[in-house]
């Protein structure tokens, strides 16, 4: 009988960049969460980070195409636009969002300290203005905002404010397509799928359901 040899796992191998981390789904912000936090980076004086934060809420972008923002794409000369249109990155279709006061407050404030041009990226690297912060940088100021809330960061990541008003809106709104829409999917299976809604809904309505 022929033996079958297990292969020796090669030790050149490297290791996933992601090992012993939580994938999945990330949680997105409680409406409580999310004033605490604005009051944390407020007080703190976190300029960038209350605009970014803001912005990355009201938007609703993916973490790739927040960050490469432009100034150009948000504002008309020094007043930030109260709706703006950027073209996303995945899907290559233009997606729309509003920009409320609070967050047009916040970016007109971080415009003016950081002194940025119309050409020159939103959230610009430290280390370099010609670059923006990058999407992993992203990522770790978003664990840093979570845990301004007292939260677990593991459960926090980028999509979590791309999913934060957007849930906010479905629970309130029960409007799917809306949510569709804001969010840029061309299908609309996959904001169910992102929303989690069916398994949201299916625990609400077992939760009044009394036996």
Known sequence: MATTLTPLA???????WNKGSLVGQKKPLKLREIWEIRTKLQISHKTRDLALF??????????CDLVALRVRDISNGAHVLSR????QKKTAHPVKFEITDLTRNAVEGWIEQSGLTMQQYLFPSRNDHEKHI????????VKSWAQLASLDPTDYGTHSLRRTKATLIYRRTKNLRAVQILLGHTKIES?????????????????????
């Open 10 to 16: 090669s030790p050149n191998l490297h290791a996933p």
């Open 54 to 63: 803001n912005l990355a809420i009201d938007s609703k972008l993916r973490g």
């Open 84 to 87: 703006a249109t950027v073209m």
């Open 134 to 141: 990058t999407t992993r940088q992203y990522g770790r100021i």
């Open 191 to 211: 904001t169910v799928r992102y929303l989690g809604i069916e398994v949201d809904d299916a625990l609400e309505m077992a939760e009044q359901t009394e036996i």
